[in-house]
């Protein structure tokens, strides 16, 4: 189990990468292809299309881990905030 100082940090490295204009520059453009796959497939590629959709619910999955990330850090750093604040 991580200590709150490495979940901390992974919030700190989360928030570095979805602050990062090369990060989402990335993900913007897979985001596109996948959507522009999705539109220009046939009613009849299923299998296309299903592949399409679970890579772009992998993009979003993989940004919201991020922002998951960022909102543990953000909730530790309150919590030590609020404690150290009890003691003062």
């Not at 490295?13 to 520059?25: I, P, V």
């Amino acid at each position: 189990m991580k200590t709150d100082e490495q979940l901390a940090q992974d919030g700190n490295d989360a928030e570095t990468l979805l602050n990062s204009t090369a990060f989402n520059g990335v993900v913007n453009d897979l985001l596109e292809s996948t959507f522009e796959k999705f539109c220009m497939s046939e009613n009849g590629e299923e299998s296309l299309r299903e592949d399409t959709y679970q890579g772009y619910r992998a993009l979003v999955s993989l940004v919201d881990t991020l922002k998951g990330k960022v909102a543990v850090r953000d909730q530790i750093n309150e919590r030590a905030s609020e404690s150290r604040s009890e003691e003062e």
